[in-house]
């Protein structure tokens, strides 16, 4: 059973940085496309990014008005993606989810996702 | 970027209703869109993927149509378990994009 188990959120100051981690079990981690999607509070879903596996290059890809306030990195050693946020705003309040990608490279949904972790960000 | 629509935002039914969701693409997506079912404090889950197949283990209840940049989920007789909020998704191109979501609750 895929299981994917998101942590490293709570309450963080303006201006401060975080790393959120994604846990993964139940399927071959080093080969999967992960993503991550935030939902801040009242508001809709939004894709923040992507890293693809390391055999297929392991390049990232963002959401270009994110780009720059976040960094997706993976530790397949681990079965663990990593979301960075810096420069922490108000705005970035909201739920982040980790998710696994249907399949490698092409139009791909987000085949399973976590339950997410909420980041709080406030003086 | 592509902007998702959905309407409507609130439906209200009953179980045993058929129930019908549209979603709008701003430009054409081909059929590069999905249909997830989120419950609050759970994970959202994938019914429907290029825009009518449905994912492994989803009900037959849930269908999916549509092409280019109008999309229906349909539900065709609402269960107790499908109370929940439901989000399209394209993902024709970056940055993938979410309808705001269309919240199905108990009339």
């Known amino acids: 059973e895929v299981h994917l188990v998101e942590s490293g959120g709570g309450l963080l100051k303006p201006g401060g940085s975080l790393r959120l981690s994604c846990a993964a079990s139940?399927?071959?981690?080093?080969?999967?496309?992960m993503s991550w999607v935030r939902q801040a509070p009242e508001k809709g879903l939004e894709w923040v990014g992507r890293?693809?596996?390391?055999?297929?290059?392991?390049?990232?890809d963002y959401a270009a008005p994110l780009k720059g306030k976040f960094t997706i990195s993976r530790d397949d050693s681990k079965n663990t993606v990593y979301l960075e946020i810096n420069s922490l705003e108000t705005e970035d309040t909201a739920v982040y989810f980790c998710?696994?990608?249907?399949?490698?490279?092409?139009?791909?949904?987000?085949?399973?996702w976590g339950q997410g972790t909420l980041v709080t960000v406030s003086s | 970027d592509i902007q998702m629509t959905q309407s409507p935002s609130t439906l209200s039914a009953s179980v045993g209703d058929r129930v019908t969701i549209t979603c709008r693409a701003s430009q054409s997506i081909s059929s590069w869109l999905a249909w997830y079912q989120k419950k609050p404090g759970k994970a959202p889950n994938l019914l429907i993927y290029k825009a009518s197949t449905l994912q492994g283990g989803v009900p037959s209840r849930f269908s999916g149509s549509g092409s280019g940049t109008e999309f229906t989920l349909t539900i065709s007789s609402l269960q107790p378990d499908d109370f929940a909020t439901y989000n399209c998704q394209q993902y024709s191109s970056f940055p993938w994009t979410f309808g705001q979501g269309t919240k199905v609750e108990i009339k």
């Open positions: 998710a696994k990608e249907l399949q490698r490279a092409g139009p791909t949904p987000l085949e399973y």
């Open positions: 139940g399927f071959t981690f080093s080969n999967a496309w």
């Open positions: 890293i693809h596996a390391k055999v297929d290059g392991g390049s990232v």
